[in-house]
Nanobody
């Protein structure tokens, strides 16, 4: 069992930046990929990025490429998502999730989820 808690969301103007944090506890952190997803009202949950324990494998979704950066601090059991050049289309609830394997870009491969943090980008 892995327990995840997101933080760092909030209201930001278009063009601004936010850094989201995901704190993990429970079973061995090293066993899991940690991913970031988001969900806007009426839309499906969207893959943004995920990171292996070593940090050497970091695939990104199309919406995140070039603007978002995922990173990991294994000593603190933390994963971060740095988001730059935000626009109103980035408004959503952002979730971190953990998986030991499977198709790491698909939400249904992740059995453990945080409660989410709201990001709102104003125009």
């Amino acid at each position: 069992q892995v327990h995840l808690v997101e933080s760092g969301g909030g209201l930001v103007q278009a063009g601004g930046s936010l850094r989201l944090s995901c704190a993990a506890s429970g079973r061995s952190f090293s066993d899991y990929f940690i991913g970031w997803f988001r969900q806007a009202p009426g839309l499906e949950r969207e893959f943004l990025a995920t990171i292996s324990y070593s940090g050497g494998n970091t695939p990104y979704g199309e919406s995140a490429k070039g603007r978002f950066t995922i990173s990991r601090d294994n000593a603190r059991n933390m994963v971060y998502l740095q988001m730059n050049s935000l626009n109103p289309e980035d408004t959503a609830i952002y979730y971190c999730a953990a998986t030991a394997g499977g198709v790491i870009t698909r939400p249904n491969s992740y059995p453990y989820w945080g409660q989410g943090t709201q990001v709102t980008v104003s125009s």
